[in-house]
């Protein structure tokens, strides 16, 4: 049973266009997200979060909306840069109390020129 | 080096055979985690150390699964009569901080283990 999903395994985005993935979630008790991308043949690497108390949290070109009633996140990328291409996975956790974060499937990212 | 290294970075091993796949962590990073990630899959928790001690263990498939981390720093994820199904990406990650998961996870680049 997934209780992280990300429905999309691949999306194409033009460069300097908006790149929009998106996430959903089961488990109520997950307090605490994160978006990881990974290159191939490399680990993941975080590229920015937020918790349960926020509704959106912005990092240079990366912002991240959570909407809780609706167990949904997303991240958006603008303007999208060759260099974005890559596996995005989103994650989540509790806050505290436990030390497991559960990825979801990833969702590759082309950039178009 | 400043990041999570891995070794070997690839390895081959025949149905039956044990192998060990070796984590080097952050110096200092007191957590450390260890991921299965199958093709096509998001990463899925192994196991867990803080130190040395084993605090969750809750994610490895079968007793043929094995961690350790004896001395609190490098850690040995060892499989024993490997089978296809284990064939994977293990990945570890460690942490400054326990019980912090607002600290990042930093992961090292892998090992890819195939099994024939």
């Known amino acids: 049973d997934q209780q992280v999903k990300q429905n999309s395994p691949s999306l194409s985005v033009q460069e300097g266009r908006i790149s929009i993935l998106n996430c959903d979630y089961t488990n109520s008790m997950f307090d605490y997200f994160l978006w990881y991308k990974k290159y191939p043949a490399e680990g993941p690497t975080f590229l920015i979060s937020?918790?349960?108390?926020?509704d959106k949290n912005e990092d240079g070109r990366f912002t991240v909306f959570l909407n809780k009633s609706a167990k949904h996140l997303s991240l958006h990328i603008v303007p999208s840069q060759p260099g974005d291409s890559a596996v995005y996975f989103c994650a989540a956790s509790g806050m505290n109390r436990d030390d497991k974060i559960i990825f979801g499937k990833g969702t590759r990212l082309h950039i178009l020129p | 080096g400043a990041g999570v290294s891995q070794s070997p970075r690839y390895k081959v091993a025949k149905r039956g055979q044990d192998v060990a796949l070796r984590c080097d962590p952050i110096?200092?990073?007191?957590?450390l985690f260890w991921y299965q990630q199958a093709l096509g899959q998001g990463p899925e928790f192994l196991t867990y150390?803080?130190?040395?001690?084993?605090?969750?263990k809750s994610g490895l498939p079968s007793d043929r699964f094995f961690a350790e981390r004896p001395e609190g720093s490098v850690s040995t994820l060892k499989i024993q009569r490997t089978q296809q199904e284990d064939s994977a990406v293990y990945l570890c990650?460690?942490?400054?901080?326990?019980?912090?998961?607002?600290?990042?996870?930093?992961f090292g680049p892998g090992t890819r283990l195939t099994v024939l």
């Open positions: 990650a460690s942490r400054s901080q326990p019980g912090q998961n607002t600290d990042t996870q930093y």
């Open positions: 150390f803080q130190n040395e001690a084993q605090l969750d």
């Open positions: 937020i918790s349960s108390i926020k």
């Open positions: 110096s200092g990073h007191v957590s």
